[in-house]
């Protein structure tokens, strides 16, 4: 049995370091997770059309690639994070493509250039792993994975800054949300009209 860990939706400042990253769901903010693999940072083809689209690229576009397999100390790979950053981003703050002091210390980079406060939004759903996918989280490929598509978009002018993709095996992560009541649930005794 893996150790499993739940996934909200609270950003958090890490405070394990001496950098002012943040830490992203499933990570705490006292905590640095470690790297199964080399980090790399490359410009590479942006092959992938959906995360141009959200990147606002060009398909096929050179861009600023963050690659990480990461996990908590002591435990098997929990996550693959391959990271995009839109041109204008590495324009502004250019050591976002240099490995990074702390965790989503390459944020804080990009937000002290000027896109200050970045705001994420997510996209979940399941799929099965790649052959490579599978050897890096160190699962069979008869499990399935959680992929989990994070798009910042810059406080600065509101567009597109970064596309981060994860993929989480399965096993490891139960997702948790708070549920909200749109404005047509708020009366508890509404008063319905029947027509007859």
């Known amino acids: 049995m893996r150790s499993r860990r739940p996934r909200g939706n609270l950003v958090k400042r890490n405070l394990a370091t001496n950098s002012p990253g943040y830490s992203f769901p499933s990570a705490s ?10 980090p790399k940072a490359s410009v590479e083809p942006l092959a992938d059309p959906r995360i141009a689209k ?15 397999v990461t996990g908590p100390e002591s435990e098997p790979p929990f996550q693959i994070n391959i990271s995009w950053i ?7 703050a250019p050591e976002v493509a240099s490995q990074t002091r702390g965790p989503g210390d390459w944020l804080y980079q990009l937000e002290q250039a000027g ?19 599978a050897g890096l989280l160190e699962i069979p ?14 406080g600065q002018d509101g567009q597109p800054i970064e596309v981060t993709e994860y993929i989480v095996a399965s096993d490891r992560v139960e997702t948790v949300h708070v549920l909200h009541r749109d404005a047509s649930a708020q009366d508890p005794w509404p008063t319905i009209s029947i027509s007859k």
């Not at 896109?115 to 996918?133: C, D, G, L, Q, Y």
Request: positive net charge.
């Open 141 to 154: 490929t008869s499990l399935p994975v959680l992929e989990i598509v994070r798009q910042g978009i810059s």
């Open 29 to 38: 903010g006292r905590e640095v997770w470690k790297h199964h693999v080399l």
């Open 115 to 133: 896109h200050w406060p970045i705001s994420w939004v997510e996209f979940h759903r399941a799929r099965m792993p790649t052959k490579n996918e």
């Open 54 to 68: 959200m990147l606002g690229v060009p398909a096929g576009s050179s861009v600023m690639r963050r690659f990480r």
């Open 86 to 92: 839109h041109p204008r981003g590495v324009a502004a």
